[in-house]
């Protein structure tokens, strides 16, 4: 249901009670503070969090910030919404409790047991797994009690054997905290954890490939050193099998953008750019471009651009028909930086090859490279833009340029444009 309901829409009032004194809605899932007065957990968690120290209604100092769940005033709530349904009033759902610390360190201390059953650990580790699944606060209390150092030694205490429960399950919470800068170097600069990490590319579950996959590129962002990031990207297997996951044939939107952010982290060592090549990269990438959101297409043109600066690069993309066309139709489509990349990617492109140029004008580059040199995108795209119509000055047909006076005020508009 909405967060607020007036009288005149649905014909009811709701009880003063009811609503949260900080927000004045309904509360969804009241909590009681030190003071006793009770409050709604996503507002009086936001006063906190804004370093306020004191209750809200009675002014008083909040020694203790544990939140006690209101279960009576809860149902009472539900009853209320259950009551007045014909009135467009939908039940709020039970909240979920957010994961107690004291639990969170009993299921880590299990999980890390070795004195005690497979059965009993993998149990402590699918509850640990709920626990992160469930909400962002649940993975914030689950990462202040070293978890991530527990996981870890858990997920590489049997990589030289078939992979058991406790390492898949393991990867799987993993999969879902970003590392510290030490924590990546631990796994980076073992040979023997990044070739387990890689073999997991390949497992016959899509989930594994794809957990696997997202701590990989954890590690590679998140170490400095280039010569173990250069040492992950040399694996002959690497690219394949990240490839292998942007192409998984149905739709699975987390294999989309784990995929891209692992080629992209991949990408980043430039020597072994032409590995990604050879795995069929390029075309993944343009064949996928249309499908990724916001962020993931970013990434994505953010490789094309990377990839095209190398000559292997360069020739496949351009032997492939849509790249043109492509990069031109969205330029100016997603976002700022897309279009920075996407322009940089044209430049190359176009450097390269005179009949690249010719499509690139043909598919309507100039409009596009025009208007942009006119917004308000960065500076960046902005040079590249330039750059890219100085090199195509002597391409532009007649006919392209014999309404575009309104352009005349930029620097990089060719001379038989202002005459």
Known sequence: MPGSLEPLDVGVQIPYHFRCP??????????????????????????????????????????????????????????????????????????????????????????????????????????????????????????????????????????????????????????????SESECLLVSSDPNRISYLISLLSHP??????????????????TRSPENRAEISNHDEVFDRIVGILNYPLSYPRAMKVGIKALFALCLVKQHRHKAVDAGAVEALINRLADFEKCDAERALATVELLCRIPQGCAAFASHALTVPLLVKIILKISDRATEYAAGALLSLCSAAERLQREAVAAGVLTQLLLLVQSDCTERAKRKAQMLLKLLRDSWPEKSIRNSDDFACSDVVPKKIRN
């Open 22 to 179: 900080i927000s004045l809605e309904l509360m969804r899932d009241p909590v009681i503070v030190g003071t006793g007065q009770t409050y709604d957990r996503p507002s009086i968690e936001s006063w906190v969090a804004t370093g306020n120290t004191t209750c809200p209604v009675t002014r008083l100092p909040l020694t203790d910030f544990t939140l006690i769940p209101n279960h009576t005033l809860r149902r009472l709530i539900q009853e209320w919404c259950v009551a007045n349904r014909s009135y467009g009033v939908e039940r709020i759902p039970t909240p979920k409790q957010p994961a107690d610390p004291v639990m969170v360190r009993s299921l880590l201390s299990q999980a890390a047991s070795e004195s005690i059953s497979s059965h009993a650990r993998l149990s402590a580790l699918r509850r640990l797994r709920g626990l992160a699944r469930d909400s962002d606060k649940n993975r914030s209390v689950i990462s202040t009690h070293n978890a991530r150092e527990v996981l870890l030694g858990v997920l590489f205490s049997e990589t030289n054997s078939n992979s058991s429960e406790l390492n898949l399950e393991s990867l799987a919470i993993l999969s879902s905290f970003p590392l």
């Open 205 to 222: 579950s899509i989930d594994v490939r794809v957990n696997a996959a997202s701590l990989l590129e954890n590690v590679v962002a998140g």
